[in-house]
């Protein structure tokens, strides 16, 4: 991961916004302190509410995320039973306990 401080990204800024888009990332510091991250846009960087632990985790490589669900790859299941059809069962099965 490399490390740049303002001034030189201000004044190379296309330089090191063409190795974030390749896949690098990239620490901006300010007097040597980090005060931002430049990361290429990843699975958890959408809209999707991905919690940002799995984010974290995604970025260092150590879990991959999924896919988003279109509908289409699990699909809904059918109800076994009726809705009151199990509440039924179980008073059966219990009797007069």
Same mark, same amino acid.
């Given at each position: 991961?490399?490390?740049?401080?303002?001034?030189?990204?201000?004044?190379?800024?296309?330089?090191?916004?063409?190795?974030?888009?390749?896949?690098?990332?990239?620490? &901006? $510091?300010?007097? +040597?302190?980090?005060?931002?991250? *430049?990361? %290429?846009?990843?699975?958890?960087?959408? #809209? !999707?509410?991905?919690?940002?632990?799995?984010?974290?985790?995604?970025?260092?490589?150590? &879990? $991959?995320?999924? +896919?988003?669900?279109?509908?289409? *790859?699990? %699909?809904?299941?059918?109800?076994?039973? #009726? !809705?009151?059809?199990?509440?039924?069962?179980?008073?059966?099965?219990?009797?007069?306990?």
């Amino acid at each position: 991961m490399k490390s740049v401080g303002l001034r030189e990204l201000k004044n190379r800024l296309s330089e090191y916004v063409r190795e974030v888009r390749s896949g690098e990332s990239v620490l &901006v $510091t300010d007097r +040597g302190e980090v005060v931002a991250e *430049l990361v %290429p846009p990843g699975p958890g960087n959408d #809209k !999707r509410g991905t919690p940002s632990g799995l984010v974290v985790l995604a970025r260092k490589g150590e &879990v $991959t995320l999924g +896919g988003a669900n279109a509908g289409a *790859l699990y %699909p809904e299941l059918a109800p076994l039973l #009726k !809705r009151h059809r199990a509440t039924e069962l179980l008073d059966e099965e219990r009797g007069a306990r």
